[in-house]
């Protein structure tokens, strides 16, 4: 059974950072696409960063060059830096996984497996 499970949210001031790690179990991690998606109150989920099983990486314009998404497939563990965080990127962050290459990497339909989520909060 695939799980996925977030940490390091959290609260920090405008400009600050965090880094949330995503560990997965009872799959082949290095074959999965993986992503990060946040869903800040309410309104929609959104795609954040995506890296394929060949380590090529997709970014949402917002967060290029202050997000960096990577993954440590020894330790089965999808990462998100985020530097120079902003209020309004406030939001529940989840991880993302699918057992294969994917179209549209920052699409929430394409992947079927979900951690819970963490919090992440930025206040000004």
């Known amino acids: 059974q695939v799980q996925l499970e977030e940490s390091g949210g959290g609260s920090v001031q405008a400009g600050g950072s965090l880094r949330l790690s995503c560990v997965g179990s009872?799959?082949?991690?290095?074959?999965?696409?993986m992503a990060w998606f946040r869903q800040p109150p309410g309104k929609e989920r959104e795609g954040v960063a995506t890296i394929d099983s060949a380590g090529r990486t997709t970014y949402a314009g917002s967060v290029k060059g202050r997000f960096t998404i990577s993954s440590d497939n020894a330790k089965n563990t999808l990462y998100l830096q985020m530097n120079s965080l902003k209020p309004e990127e406030t939001a529940m962050y989840y991880c993302a996984a699918y057992p294969g290459p994917v179209v549209n990497g920052l699409a929430a339909w394409e992947y079927n497996y979900w951690g819970r989520g963490t919090q992440v909060t930025v206040s000004s």
């Open positions: 009872g799959y082949t991690y290095s074959t999965y696409s």
